[in-house]
């Protein structure tokens, strides 16, 4: 029993050891631990400066990219238009032709551009009026004759049509055409055509103003008419004028000179007004225009002061056409005259500011809407100022006489 009693007591002493050695190395590895977290606390909060330091580098190196950016902007885009401008010229300029019109007597040059898979061509009606036969060459020198399909005076433009031989085609792809209300003030473009026999010429500018009127041969006003400033000169007549997408916004028609060259501002029918009245031309040969049967001016400020008005914008109707669509309408003309700013002005009819709920405030305003939307035998409510109220007056359009 003593033996027993010795051998229980050293286990229990052995037992007693290892509990304390377990214990003390639970001390330490607690220690251990602990000092690890607080290492692992010190490298995040270094690790929490460098992001910190990186984020700051970032937005300094943000805000030098946007610096730079204004900086180089202008260069950058003036690059980029001269890059479009000689795109646009190859992409378009195997589809715009010269035109060789012969008279009875003499012949003339002209420009035009190719308007479908057909073999139409758009041009002017002053390029082509007259002549009796009709020659179309391209840059590649290809040349065709040519028939006249239709021509309208009243907007200067016409059609003529390929003569193509049996089984052949041309390979020249139509020309897009833009919507040319879009263009804006400014605006890059770009006139293709062959000023004094120079085939395949290309000069640029920008839209100076639309909106403008120009009279036709037979005295009617041409609306919707683009002010530009890019160099057209006699050739250039039926010549597309392009936007920096490569879409024909407009037809080279005229420019306005003291000298017959080049001053600084040409014009050119829009591509709307071509886009109503080309289809027309293929099909029938000839446009018939509506009719009104109104001569009108519009009025300012200074003008609506000195009458009395509350408005300050509309197309003043100076006379009416007897038997004409307005007068049966009942629309009145002016009955008196007055002078404002050393300009006379006949007053005292109507003072036409919608057409079919489209503001009017210009006889461009009113005659674009009848081109590019309406048809002899269509009626249109025309909303006139008169003696302080506005009144709707139902007309019905006939022809242009």
Do not use: C
């Amino acid at each position: 029993m003593k033996g027993g009693g010795r051998i229980m007591e050293k286990a229990s002493l052995a037992l007693s050891i290892v509990s304390l050695t377990l214990a003390v190395l639970l001390v330490f590895q607690f220690i251990d631990t602990q000092q690890q977290i607080a290492s692992l606390s010190s490298q995040l909060a270094n690790a929490n400066r460098v992001v910190e330091e990186l984020r700051k580098s970032l937005q300094d190196l943000k805000t030098t990219t946007i610096s730079l950016e204004n900086t180089w902007r202008t260069k950058i885009n003036i690059t980029t238009v001269e890059w479009n401008i000689t795109s646009i010229y190859e992409e378009a300029k195997e589809s715009v032709v010269e035109i060789k019109t012969i008279y009875r007597f003499g012949e003339s040059i002209g420009s035009g551009f190719i308007y479908d898979t057909q073999g139409h061509v758009v041009t002017n009606n002053h390029v082509v009026e007259g002549g009796v036969e009709f020659y179309v060459y391209f840059l590649d020198g290809s040349a065709y004759r040519a028939t006249l399909v239709g021509r309208d005076p009243d907007t200067d433009l016409a059609v003529l049509k390929i003569i193509l031989p049996e089984g052949a085609g041309i390979s020249a792809k139509p020309l897009r055409l833009g919507n040319s209300t879009e263009l804006r003030i400014g605006e890059q473009i770009l006139a293709i055509g062959n000023p004094f026999q120079l085939t395949g010429s290309v000069t640029t500018g920008i839209v100076s103003q639309k909106g403008r009127l120009l009279p036709s041969n037979r005295g009617y006003l041409i609306p919707g008419i683009i002010q530009i400033d890019a160099a057209v000169n006699p050739g250039n007549s039926g010549g597309p004028i392009l936007n920096m997408k490569g879409e024909v916004v407009g037809v080279a028609t005229a420019i306005e000179s003291t000298t017959g060259g080049f001053s600084g501002i040409g014009y050119a029918i829009s591509s709307n007004v071509v886009k109503r009245i080309v289809p027309v031309l293929i099909e029938k040969g000839a446009y018939t225009h509506s009719y009104l049967g109104i001569s009108g001016t519009e009025i300012n400020s200074l003008v609506a002061q000195e009458l009395g008005l509350s408005t300050k914008k509309g197309l003043l109707v100076q006379n009416v056409v007897a038997g004409g669509p307005a007068e049966r309408a009942g629309i009145r003309g002016g009955n008196r005259n007055i002078e404002v700013a050393g300009v006379v002005y006949r007053v005292g009819g109507d003072i036409i500011i919608a057409i079919d709920g489209n503001p009017v405030a210009s006889m461009d305003d009113l005659l674009t809407y009848m081109v590019e939307r309406t048809n002899p035998g269509q009626k249109v409510v025309l909303s006139v100022l008169r003696g302080g109220d506005v009144i709707n007056v139902e007309v019905t359009l006939s022809s242009r006489p």
